[in-house]
């Protein structure tokens, strides 16, 4: 166990800003990209029915 | 042309976007649980295991993010030239989508190398950025794929984008070299590879965290692009049949 406290823990031995602004920014970035695939997943399946039911209107 | 059958294991059978649909959408949650198993798995050695760096003290830890990161974004460039030449040498569609699927991820991953990078550099050489032969060579990478998504977003018919996205990123390849040796071919304020086939200079603990990190960003990587790949197959086929049987199945999700 390496931390005696959570402020020990935050505090990452004088680093905090630079291992915990790492840590957040690759959460960050995760999300960002799950956000962005799930929206085009969406707008894509919606074009994709709406697709469909013009083909089957005109036919 | 719709077969609905195998006739025999044959590679152009999976290269078809047809049949790759459904078995990529098979594949995503099992690449997604491995990554969140691996990940907190990672994060507990990396955070709860691992020592205090006896030089760098905490600071270190960024190692775990950093170089998974950092490994991914030169793979990743290296996949995606494969699958745009493979596009551009045998006109197969699903070859030249894969690489398009790749390049936010790739890019993203180039963006979190800099960056940790940048926050690492700062408490160990006193500077967030130098023009460092492997910084500026990753920075290049980073170009690089921005190059090959805004050249495609450029071109509207989606099979000359394919062509002129896979020239670029196969030019570009000459990169990943320059980026993986620089710290040997240069000078650099980068410290040289920790490891190698020869073994590593890191303490086991250390290691073993970085390497989970590792596999857990490649599997976010697959699970990412796959996800990508499917929703680009269905934005580029939406007028073909299969798609509409899907549709009318209600198994297109």
């Known amino acids: 166990m390496n931390w005696g406290s959570w402020d020990a823990f935050w505090a990452m031995g004088g680093y ?11 959460v960050a970035v995760a999300a960002i990209e799950i956000w962005q695939l799930r929206a085009r997943r969406r707008a894509a399946v919606t074009e994709a029915v709406r697709e469909s039911a013009r083909a089957r209107s005109a036919a | 042309m719709t077969r609905t059958t195998a006739p025999r294991f044959n590679l152009y059978w999976f290269s078809s976007p047809q049949t790759f649909y459904p078995l990529a959408g098979k594949l995503v949650p099992w690449f997604a649980a491995l990554a969140v198993i691996l990940t907190l798995v990672g994060l507990y050695i990396a955070f709860l295991v691992a020592p205090t760096d006896a030089t760098q003290g905490e600071s270190y830890r960024i190692i775990f993010i950093h170089v998974p990161a950092a490994w991914m974004s030169m793979f990743l460039y290296v996949v995606m030239a494969f699958w745009a030449a493979v596009g551009l040498a045998f006109n197969t569609r699903l070859s030249s989508m894969m690489a398009t699927a790749i390049a936010p991820t790739g890019a993203l991953m180039t963006f979190l190398a800099l960056w940790t990078g940048a926050l ?68 650099t304020l980068h410290q040289g590879a920790s490891v190698s086939v020869k073994g590593s200079s890191m303490a086991t603990t250390m290691l073993v965290g970085m390497l989970i990190m590792a596999l857990a960003y490649w599997m976010y990587a697959i699970a990412a692009v796959l996800i990508r790949v499917r929703t680009i197959i269905l934005e580029r086929e939406k007028r073909a049949d299969w798609v509409r049987e899907l549709v009318a199945k209600e198994t297109l999700k």
Do not use: C, M
């Open chain 2, 120 to 187: 690492w550099g700062r408490p160990t050489w006193g500077a967030y950025w130098v023009w460092d032969a492997r910084l500026t060579s990753e920075l290049i990478l980073l170009f690089l794929y921005l190059g090959f998504i805004a050249l495609q977003a450029a071109i509207d018919d989606p099979r000359r984008a394919d062509k002129a996205g896979a020239v670029l990123a196969i030019i570009g390849v000459i990169n990943v070299p320059i980026i993986y040796f620089s710290v040997k071919w240069w000078n």
């Open chain 1, 16 to 26: 905090g800003l630079y291992v915990w602004g790492s840590y957040a920014v690759a």
